[in-house]
């Protein structure tokens, strides 16, 4: 079985901001939620590891099979769109103003939301043609891959971005987007390196520098929006 990976980065210092953002989410669609110690074993099935922020981003892993999840819960929370069963009341929109998402299906492509200020800047998928004419939900996905909006708001070189932006699945499996890289563009992991262009680092090993442990209820994905 492949990976089913989600992590996200939050633009911010504050890991009680993070904790709160999620909790407040979650338990608005009825999916209960406790709070671990950071030195708790991970439950890879159901918990949502908090890491402590690093060049100013803290980054969260999900837990197995988020990757369904994430874009509805990023997009919430950067307000860009308000995911099903939210409301005006309870709209968790503007939590964090800068927000870069990326989730792995079955160890087979990647896919990057990045939101700031209230805007989806960019959108891309490593693999796009995997569906064929439909996308994974049933409809054609419309991608956003032009790097520009999203550089200028990290304040990066396009051109440091640009080479990762590729179809991955026309490739002979030998390219990097640059030879100091880790992982070839033709592995999901090649991640790691596509972030730490933008100034994210990937938490490794996983199990360093743990901020916060919350553990879902396990029948999360049934309620959460996708």
């Not at 890991?15 to 074993?41: C, G, M």
């Not at 989806?120 to 994974?136: A, V």
């Not at 939900?137 to 070189?157: F, N, R, S, W």
């Given at each position: 079985m492949g990976?089913?990976?989600?992590?996200?980065?939050?633009?911010?210092?504050?890991?009680?901001?993070?904790?709160?953002?999620?909790?407040?989410?979650?338990?608005?669609?009825?999916?209960?939620?406790?709070?671990?110690?950071?030195?708790?074993?991970?439950?890879?099935?159901?918990d949502v590891t908090v890491y402590l922020p690093q060049d100013g981003w803290c980054v969260v892993l999900w837990p197995m099979y988020f990757n369904i999840h994430d874009f509805a819960f990023v997009r919430e929370i950067t307000g860009t769109e308000l995911a099903t069963g939210s409301s005006t009341v309870t709209n968790l929109s503007q939590s964090f103003s800068t927000v870069s998402t990326i989730h792995v299906y079955d160890g087979d492509y990647w896919e990057h939301l990045f939101c700031a200020n209230g805007e989806?800047?960019?959108?891309?998928?490593?693999?796009?043609?995997?569906?064929?004419?439909?996308?994974?939900?049933?409809?054609?996905?419309?991608?956003?891959?032009?790097?520009?909006?999203?550089?200028?708001?990290?304040?990066?070189?396009?051109?440091?971005i640009r080479p990762y932006l590729v179809n991955a699945g026309e490739l002979d499996g030998k390219e990097k987007a640059f030879e100091q890289d880790e992982f070839e563009l033709v592995d999901i992991w090649v991640i790691t390196d596509f972030w730490r262009q933008l100034g994210i680092t990937y938490p490794d090993p996983p199990?360093?520098?743990?901020?916060?442990v919350l553990r879902l209820a396990s029948d999360f994905s049934s309620r959460l929006p996708n």
């Open positions: 990976h089913f990976l989600a992590v996200t980065a939050f633009r911010t210092e504050s890991v009680h901001s993070v904790t709160e953002a999620i909790s407040n989410y979650v338990k608005h669609r009825e999916v209960s939620i406790e709070i671990l110690p950071s030195t708790a074993e991970v439950d890879e099935s159901t989806e800047l960019h959108l891309f998928c490593s693999n796009p043609d995997y569906w064929g004419d439909e996308g994974e939900d049933g409809g054609q996905q419309v991608y956003k891959i032009d790097p520009e909006k999203m550089c200028a708001c990290l304040k990066v070189d396009p051109a440091k199990d360093s520098n743990v901020a916060a």
